[in-house]
């Protein structure tokens, strides 16, 4: 496969541009959840096509945008969930300080959804 040259990638960026400028001009919305992945093709629930992808692709976006259903695109891309995983590891570390020597349900609790989000469980 041959890499776009700089040409091609400036006119696809000077589209998509473009087309953020458009969908904030008009306030449009993405597809509603949930999505769903039919192997390279991506549905939204008003059974609309939204994109087509490569299979990793296609499954790691349906996952990520039903994932993150009714949280704004702007908190986001502000990194919301980044820093409510940060919190929520201080917050584990915290319990089982204050909790010692037993530690605590709730710290474990915490730690095993923060194991899964790292794709550790």
Known sequence: MTRPTAAALATQHARIAESRKEAA??????????WV?????????????????????ARRIVAAVNACRGIPTEALEAGALRQIIEIADTAAETLDCLLEPE????????????AKLEGKA
């Open 25 to 34: 001009m008009t306030q449009e919305k993405h597809s509603s959840e949930p």
């Open 103 to 114: 530690g605590s349900v709730v710290a474990h609790n915490v730690r095993r959804a923060l």
């Open 37 to 57: 992945q039919d192997d390279l093709l991506i549905w939204g629930a008003d059974e609309a096509l939204v994109t087509r992808a490569n299979y990793a692709d």
